[in-house]
């Protein structure tokens, strides 16, 4: 990803922000559809923050800062990869850096194919090794790996990764954590709550993958691997990034086949549009990502524009709980 390609989508949606400002002295603050809600999350994806170019933090840190001053608290802030642009210390260091000025909540944070892949300053393995490090520093963890569990309010998330040591693109998921991810799954708990997978990668055949993106999924064999892992239990929703549709309606899902949101053989898939650069289809600005409000029988997922303010109604999704 070049420099230049960042710069015209980060100014454009900055001007967005400006003229958000003037239409709207009162920005809408971040609230849950429902008194009841059990669990309130913001999700975005594909940060691709740059050392060399810092309004891509300053970018972020104008979301972080809409999650922060919630009307309905939110209980943690997930980010699914391509944190930065070439995985390099410095812009590491910046995005964690900008995580902890912005938002001191839970966060939970998956690595993608510009983190690991196009690393510029070490190898693959250095690379998670020093993003597990940050990440404990930042959260007062002690996750070991990159690919890693948690629970937040009895709610399980489960964060994938690539473990392949010279792959640019397409990630690898050896045995020892397709192992893992069946057993957390299976460990979760009750049936009736909702279970997250969080992975930079959508699985093929998913969202209009090949449309958007060719050969932009997980690859085989591991989208075959994590899928029948998945759709052994009930209520999994797998949250992903990578392929930069933006959001998608029934227009764009009618004529291209491209959905931000899927359900198949009983899992539901959810793929994020690009918080730092353009997307593709549908709405294509930065700045975007998603509300993810669980009550007691369903889960409600609500589009909105985090630098902006902005809540993009027709495009809200409810899924009834198993």
């Keep these: 990803m070049s420099l230049t390609s960042t710069i015209i989508p980060i100014i454009v949606s900055a001007l967005v922000a400006a003229m958000s400002s003037f239409t709207s002295m009162v920005p809408a603050r971040i609230e849950a559809k429902e008194d009841d809600v059990l669990l309130n999350l913001s999700v975005v994806s594909d940060t691709h923050l740059d050392e060399k170019f810092s309004p891509l933090a300053w970018f972020l840190g104008i979301g972080l800062n809409d999650m922060s001053r919630a009307k309905t608290p939110v209980d943690a802030v997930l980010v699914t990869g391509d944190l930065t642009n070439y995985g390099d210390e410095g812009s590491i260091d ?12 839970k966060a939970i944070i998956a690595m993608g194919n510009h983190d690991i892949g196009h690393v510029e300053d070490k190898e693959a393995e250095e690379a998670r090794q020093y993003f597990v490090e940050k990440y404990n520093a930042y959260q007062g963890t002690n996750i070991e790996k990159s690919y890693y569990s948690t629970e937040i309010d009895g709610y399980k998330f489960i964060v994938l990764t690539d473990q392949s040591d010279d792959s640019w693109d397409h990630p690898d998921l050896f045995r ?16 009736d709550k909702p279970v997250f997978v969080i992975s930079h990668w959508p699985l093929a055949g998913t969202h209009g993958e090949e449309i958007a993106w060719d050969d932009g999924d997980m690859g085989e064999p591991y989208t075959t691997q994590v899928q029948q892992i998945l759709e052994k239990y009930e209520n999994v929703f797998f949250i992903s990034g990578h392929i930069h549709i933006g959001l998608n309606g029934n227009f764009t899902s009618e004529k291209y086949g491209v959905s931000y949101y899927d359900r198949i053989n009983g899992v539901n898939y959810l793929n994020l549009p690009s918080y730092g650069l353009f997307s593709r289809f549908g709405t294509v600005l930065g700045g975007k990502g998603y509300q993810i409000e669980v009550y007691d029988d369903e889960v409600v997922i609500r589009a909105r524009n985090f630098v902006t303010h902005k809540w993009f109604g027709n495009y809200e999704t409810v899924v009834e709980l198993d």
């Design 176 to 191: 020892d954590q397709l192992d893992f991810l069946d057993a957390e799954l299976a460990s979760s708990g009750s049936d």
């Design 94 to 105: 910046e995005f964690f850096d900008t995580m902890e000025k912005h938002w001191d909540g």
